[in-house]
C-alpha cells in the first residue's frame, strides 16, 4: 500500500525555519518525481515545489523562491523541504505528493501544518 | 504562468442529478488536466489525469471531457458521498497550477 506521511509542521516566528519530511513507503521513491503544495487555512491548493527522481533537477514557485528548498534522500526514502525566512503568508498545511501517469499527482500525504505566527 | 478558472465557486445539487463543472485555462494545455476531490480536512483524492482518463478504483459516475483551454468534470448521478470540495489542475507547464475550487453540496 502506497502511504506518504508527513511531519515537521508547528507553530514558528516570522523569520524562522522549519523542515517538513515525507517518509514513504509502498513504493520506490527513486521512480518518482515528488511534489509538495500547501493549502492556507480555507483557501485553494498551491503549488510549492517539486524535484525530479535523483534530485538534480528542481523548481519552485516565485513565492518561496530563494527561501524553501526541496531535497531528497532515496535511500532512505523521504522527501523534505526546508523552510527559511518564513513569513506570516506560509501559513498553511503542506502535502506532499507522488508524480504519478500524466504528470497527475497521484499519492499524496495526510499534510501537516505550518503556522507562522509571533 | 497559466491562470486556471473555474467559473462557479460553489454549487448545490440533489442525490441523483447529473452534474458539471467547468475548468478554462488561459492558454491552451493540450490535455495536461487533472480532476481532484477534496473532501474537508482530508488531503486531495486524484479522480482523472490527463483530461478524460479515469483514475483506477474511481466511481465510473465520474468523468472528464476536454481539451485545449476548456475543460469539464461531469458526475452522471450525483452520490451523498460526492459532497466535497474540486479542483483542476494544469500539469502542461509550470508553475503547475490549480483552479480556485467549486464546492458540491447536497441539497
Known amino acids: 500500500e502506497v502511504q506518504l506521511v508527513e511531519s515537521g509542521g508547528g507553530l514558528v516566528q516570522p523569520g524562522g525555519s522549519l523542515r517538513l519530511s515525507c517518509a514513504v513507503s509502498?513504493?520506490?521513491?527513486?521512480?518518482?518525481?515528488m511534489h509538495w503544495v500547501r493549502q492556507a487555512p480555507g483557501k485553494g491548493l498551491v503549488w510549492v515545489a517539486h524535484?525530479?527522481?535523483?534530485?538534480?533537477?528542481?523548481n519552485y514557485a516565485d513565492s518561496v523562491k530563494g527561501r524553501f528548498t526541496i531535497s531528497r534522500d532515496n535511500a532512505k526514502n523521504t522527501l523534505y523541504v526546508q523552510m527559511d525566512s518564513l513569513r506570516v503568508e506560509d501559513t498553511a498545511v503542506y502535502y506532499c505528493?507522488?508524480?504519478?501517469?500524466?504528470?497527475?499527482?497521484?499519492?499524496w500525504g495526510q499534510g501537516t501544518l505550518v503556522t507562522v505566527s509571533s | 504562468d497559466i491562470q486556471m478558472t473555474q467559473s462557479a465557486s460553489s454549487l448545490t445539487a440533489s442525490v441523483g442529478d447529473r452534474v458539471t463543472i467547468t475548468c478554462r485555462a488561459s492558454?491552451?494545455?493540450?490535455?495536461?488536466l487533472n480532476w481532484y476531490q477534496q473532501k474537508p480536512g482530508k488531503a486531495p483524492k486524484l479522480l482523472i489525469y490527463?483530461?478524460?482518463t479515469l483514475l483506477g478504483g474511481v466511481p465510473s459516475r465520474f468523468s472528464g471531457s476536454g481539451s485545449g483551454t476548456y475543460f469539464s468534470l461531469t458526475i452522471s448521478s450525483l452520490q451523498p458521498e460526492d459532497s466535497a470540495t474540486y479542483y483542476c489542475?494544469?500539469?502542461?507547464?509550470?508553475?503547475?497550477?490549480f483552479g480556485g475550487g467549486t464546492r458540491v453540496e447536497i441539497k
Open positions: 505528493a507522488r508524480e504519478g501517469t500524466g504528470w497527475s499527482k497521484d499519492y
Open positions: 490527463t483530461a478524460s
Open positions: 524535484i525530479n527522481n535523483d534530485g538534480s533537477t528542481t
Open positions: 489542475q494544469q500539469s502542461y507547464s509550470s508553475p503547475l497550477t
Open positions: 492558454q491552451s494545455i493540450s490535455s495536461y
Open positions: 509502498g513504493f520506490s521513491l527513486n521512480r518518482h518525481w
